[in-house]
């Protein structure tokens, strides 16, 4: 019985090892595998990696409509997205058809279903009336002339915490102040989505552990309407890092129980956060009724006369405000710079001069006033070369929703400043420090690093501007086709992208294009050289197709 037993257990362990083997032969003659180094020139080149021709429409690209009728990701039929500014009060439910937050916000205002639209009444958590009478509410707190919120030009940039599907940030707008509007997806789920496909500034983030991809003294006023953060967290982190984001003088709005409530818990937060805010040299200047306003200092000269060991403590010399791609936040308070201190100040100009005008902290970035105005004069006439090459098939209102995928010193977002649209300026992580000149100029972006996916919702923008972009992450060997596939994810049907680069690049990325069904309408043109051309550059224009009209051929 024991040599039986004995005999069957090498038998199996015999046959476990035949099947493993012959796994081993067939799973590596047919899985696929990561691209080497050595692979990478043959993956830009648009050419199957193992035949070395390239495959237009059965290859790398065959995963975006081979299971289009069978995928329940892959929307069937996509309505254009309304355009703006009636994209503000109503957009297509097919688009985003998520009407939870409807149920659930009914009688606060958010949103809601109207037949095959959903719309936006303009109303919010703590403002069931409107946000256009709170935000004037606000402006009365601060006595500003006329209750304007923007104050003659000076309240700018915005960073609207935990702001539901944005009309704080919408009726914002009109008064030229930008938001940048801010929410994680959470029990909310899609609201930034909501918010894109309306039309207003706003991206994916949440507070947490990490800072903000956003440099250092980039907004006149944060504001926070029943937001649901615990701001006392981690010895105040959190704080700490609105306190990092705005400028001299910066307001913090803020609207929530604590600041009214008479019971003992909402008390007891009340105290506590009055207490860090006191010792971080905030000082409130105005409370009514739900809502309290704080300011920061000025300058430094509060820190200075701060008891020794008072906490949060000053952060060190060499820690570097404006550093914020996957950089933990720190329980400090970043102090002014001399300059900034002197001046008890920003210096920055009143809107809308400032976005012409050279700011303070270019020297920051070793970049001089007149190389600055340089790039602005550069970027106004290319941007008029482009809507020339694109006059044909555009019409006034196009375009709302424009990503700048290498934004520079912004001059490309201050080319389209006249027209009704809006620039998320993406500042690449190897050159994150020039971001804060794109606020200076009262703009808005972010840092990214474009070998990665961008943290957007699907169908999100009308225009992806591409200046040597794909060129920098061949550099760095990422994959064009994965950055290819990225673009067309968050680009709108009939959208365009414009890829300016080197003319191995552009030749590469026309090989994709009927893959990709950003054939609808081409262009491509060798442009004037300038200061910025680096050697010879072509600049390349696709239109993106309907996945319907895709649809209908298969």
């Not at 703006?84 to 916000?105: G, M, Y």
């Not at 944060?222 to 953060?229: D, G, K, N, T, Y």
Request: charged residues 25%; aromatic residues 10%.
């Amino acid at each position: 019985m024991k040599q039986r037993s004995e005999l069957v257990k090498y038998v199996l362990i015999g046959l476990i090892v035949f099947l493993g083997l012959i796994c081993l032969y067939y799973g590596s003659s047919i899985a696929p595998g990561l691209p080497r180094a050595d692979d990478v020139v043959a993956i830009d080149d648009g050419t199957d990696p193992v035949i070395r021709d390239f495959v237009p429409k059965h290859g790398y690209f065959d995963e975006l409509s081979e299971d289009l009728e069978h995928n329940p990701e892959v929307p069937k039929s996509i309505p254009i997205p309304i355009k703006w500014p009636a994209s503000r009060d109503e957009v297509w439910k097919a688009n985003i058809p998520h009407t939870q937050l409807a149920h659930e916000k009914s009688d606060q205002n958010w949103m809601v279903v109207t037949g095959d639209k959903i719309r936006f009444p303009g109303g919010g958590t703590h403002f069931h009336d409107g946000a256009d009478k709170y935000i004037t509410a606000i402006a009365g707190m601060l006595k500003f002339p006329g209750d304007k919120l923007n104050n003659g030009g000076k309240i700018r940039n915005v960073l609207d915490v935990g702001c539901g599907v944005a009309s704080f940030g919408a009726y914002l707008l009109p008064l030229d102040i930008l938001a940048m509007s801010l929410a994680p997806n959470d029990v909310h789920e899609n609201q930034i989505q909501f918010a894109l496909e309306r039309g207003i500034p706003s991206t994916l983030g949440v507070l947490g552990t990490k800072r903000l991809p956003f440099p250092s003294r980039s907004f006149e006023l944060a504001h926070c309407s029943r937001c649901r953060i615990d701001w006392l967290q981690r010895g105040g982190i959190l704080l700490l890092e609105l306190d990092r984001l705005l400028r001299p003088g910066g307001y913090f709005v803020y609207s929530s129980p604590e600041a009214y409530a008479h019971d003992a818990e909402n008390r007891r937060i009340w105290n506590a956060m009055y207490d860090l805010l006191r010792r971080m040299c905030w000082r409130v200047v105005s409370r009514r009724d739900q809502t309290v306003i704080w300011a920061k200092p000025l300058s430094n000269s509060c820190y200075l006369k701060r008891n020794s060991g008072t906490l949060p403590p000053l952060c060190l010399s060499y820690d570097d405000p404006d550093a914020s791609w996957n950089v933990l936040m720190k329980t400090c308070i970043t102090p002014y710079s001399a300059k900034m201190h002197r001046e008890k100040g920003s210096a920055l100009e009143p809107w809308p001069n400032r976005l012409t005008a050279a700011p303070p902290r270019l020297e920051e970035i070793n970049v001089g006033s007149e190389e600055f105005l340089e790039d602005t004069s550069i970027w106004h006439y290319r941007v008029d070369e482009y809507w020339k090459q694109m006059k044909s098939v555009i019409q006034k209102d196009s375009f709302r929703n424009i990503m700048d995928m290498n934004s520079n010193l912004g001059g490309f977002a201050a080319a389209i400043n006249d027209k009704d649209v809006w620039v998320m300026n993406v500042a690449p992580v190897n050159s994150s420090s020039r971001l804060k000149i794109i606020y200076d100029r009262g703009l808005i972006g972010t840092v990214h690093d474009w070998c990665e996916s961008f943290s957007t919702y699907p169908r999100a923008y009308d225009l992806l501007h591409a200046w040597k972009v794909f060129s920098e992450i061949e550099h760095r060997g990422c994959s064009a086709e994965d950055l290819l596939i990225e673009m067309d994810r968050m680009l709108r049907p009939e959208g365009f992208v414009i890829v300016r680069d080197k003319p191995s690049v552009i030749n590469r990325v026309r090989k994709f294009l009927t893959a990709l069904r950003w054939d609808g309408w081409l262009s491509e043109v060798e442009p004037r050289i300038d200061a910025l051309s680096s050697n010879e550059e072509r600049v390349l224009i696709a239109r993106k197709k309907l996945w319907e009209e895709v649809a209908q051929k298969m």
